[in-house]
């Protein structure tokens, strides 16, 4: 039981105790980024559930890969709080509130919708190459995901959860979550699955620059502080 202990505590410690410290400070004003997040998943769902709000929801948070390009970058920001129709909307509010709110505390907010957008566009630019490749192609997808409306924040969530267990060198959760997801793929094959290995190694390269670029850092502190003193008069 210790020795379970000691590892729980060695892959979860640093960030439970980054997120207590957090939220015992300024409790839910730690997170507004994350509960305005949450509020506007949930308007945006109650809207495209009425007549009059499905078609202002679709021309403004709505991704296809056969979309013009410049549409679908324009609508990608507003498609990552945008549910999933055949989904429950509970998971997506779910997803928002557990895991943006984490990485609002470690990482702020700004780094946080940073990442989630870097992952949610690596998904929406993947389809686009996975249908050119065509459905014979390791990496491609039949031409009929280019209608397949793609929303929600599950590529967002996959690459936050990944980001922060490499942050917090929590390498074995982060290494859970790309299983899992490698295994969504070899189960069931689809847009989504795919979407969401390119989120990973999208995010995967966000932590290649960070760790190169903190290195940097290190060493421009450190040969600052290694020179000789000065010469006095």
């Not at 060695?10 to 015992?24: I, N």
């Not at 280019?146 to 996959?158: E, K, L, N």
Request: glycine share 10%; with cysteine.
């Amino acid at each position: 039981m210790n020795r379970l202990v000691r590892r729980v505590r060695a892959e979860w410690g640093p960030l439970y105790v980054t997120v207590r410290r957090g939220l015992a400070a300024r409790r839910w004003r730690a997170v507004p980024m994350t509960l305005g997040a949450v509020c506007l998943t949930a308007g945006l769902q109650f809207a495209q559930n009425q007549s009059w709000g499905y078609r202002p929801v679709q021309d403004t948070g709505a991704v296809r890969a056969g979309d013009p390009l410049p549409l679908a970058l324009l609508r990608t920001p507003l498609s990552l709080f945008v549910p999933a129709l055949d989904l429950p909307v509970w998971g997506a509010l779910a997803q928002i509130l557990l895991v943006f709110g984490i990485a609002e505390i470690c990482l702020g907010w700004w780094r946080t919708l940073v990442i989630a957008y870097v992952a949610t566009l690596a998904g929406t630019l993947y389809a686009r190459v996975g249908i050119a490749l065509g459905p014979h192609h390791p990496l491609g997808l039949p031409g009929t995901d280019a209608q397949v409306v793609d929303t929600g924040p599950s590529a967002a969530v996959v690459g936050l959860a990944v980001f922060l267990g490499w942050r917090y060198r929590a390498y074995g959760t982060a290494g859970v979550v790309i299983a899992a997801m490698v295994a969504e793929v070899l189960v069931k094959d689809n847009l989504a699955g795919k979407e969401h290995l390119a989120a990973i190694a999208a995010v995967l390269v966000l932590c290649c620059v960070s760790a190169a670029r903190h290195r940097w850092s290190g060493r421009e502190r450190a040969g600052s502080g290694s020179g000789l003193p000065p010469i006095h008069s």
